[in-house]
C-alpha cells in the first residue's frame, strides 16, 4: 500500500536540513548544542507529552530545523496550533517554509516578543526547549525560565537534552523536575525532562 507523505518534499529536505544544521554548528556551536538534527524518536516521545485534544498553543523555543515540529505534526498537532521561536534567521525563514499553517517568529528567547505569541489568541498549553541551556550560566537559566514564567505561568517546559543527569541545577533555580524518557535512537542518545515552578 502506498504510504501517504505528509511532507511531500520531507525526503530532499533531510540533507538539506543536516548540512543547514551542520553550517550553523560550524558557525556557533554553542547555539546549536548538537551536530545534527533531533530523531524523529526524540520527537515522538516529546509529542506524546502533549494533549491532542486540548487547543492551546504548543510554544517551541529554538526549533532549529524543525525536526521536532515535524513529530508534533505527526502526532495529530494542527499546524496552527504551533509557535516556534528561532533567532537563526535563516532557519526562520526555512522553519516557516517548511511548516505552513505554523507561527514562526525569528527571535531570541531570552528576550520573547510577547505581543506577537498574544496575537495567535491562543493560551500557551506547554513550553519546549530546544536551546542547550546546559551550556548557559545559572542567570541565563533564570531568565529563560522568567521569559516562560511570563507567557505560560505555572507551566514551565519540556527539555531535550544529552545529559544524563538533569542539565539544569534544579532546586538552585527553584523547580521541580522530572524525567519523562530517554532514548538511544538520537544522536547522541537524549531525555525529556519537564520542569516546572515549586509550588
Ligand atoms: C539543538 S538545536 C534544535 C534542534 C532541533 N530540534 C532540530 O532538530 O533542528 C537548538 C536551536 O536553538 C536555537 N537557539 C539557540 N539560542 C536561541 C535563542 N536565544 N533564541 C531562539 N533560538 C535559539 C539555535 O539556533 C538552534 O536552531
Known amino acids: 500500500m502506498k504510504q501517504t507523505q505528509l511532507f511531500p518534499s520531507e525526503k530532499t529536505q533531510l540533507p538539506h536540513d543536516v548540512t543547514l544544521f551542520f553550517r550553523r554548528w560550524l558557525s556557533n556551536p554553542l547555539q546549536m548544542g548538537s551536530i545534527v538534527p533531533s530523531s524523529a524518536k526524540l520527537g515522538e516521545l516529546i509529542a506524546k507529552q502533549i494533549d491532542k485534544n486540548s487547543n492551546s498553543l504548543v510554544l517551541e523555543l529554538g526549533a532549529g530545523t524543525g525536526a521536532i515540529t515535524r513529530s508534533l505534526i505527526k502526532s495529530g498537532i494542527a499546524p496552527g496550533r504551533i509557535a516556534m521561536v528561532e533567532i537563526v534567521p535563516e532557519m526562520a525563514d526555512h522553519l516557516q517554509t517548511k511548516f505552513p499553517g505554523t507561527k514562526v517568529l525569528q527571535a531570541d528567547a531570552f528576550n520573547l516578543p510577547k505581543s506577537l505569541l498574544q496575537k495567535t489568541g491562543l ?61 538511544p535512537k538520537n544522536f547522541p542518545p537524549a531525555s525529556v525532562w519537564h520542569y516546572r515552578p515549586k509550588t
Do not use: M
Open 123 to 183: 493560551e500557551v498549553g506547554t513550553v519546549i526547549c530546544g536551546i542547550p541551556l546546559v551550556l548557559l550560566g545559572e542567570e541565563k537559566q533564570r531568565q529563560f525560565i522568567q521569559q516562560v514564567e511570563a507567557v505560560a505561568p505555572g507551566r514551565g517546559f519540556l527539555l531535550y537534552t544529552y545529559c544524563i543527569t538533569s542539565p539544569l541545577p534544579y532546586h538552585t533555580l527553584n523547580l521541580e523536575a522530572q524525567r519523562l524518557a530517554w532514548t
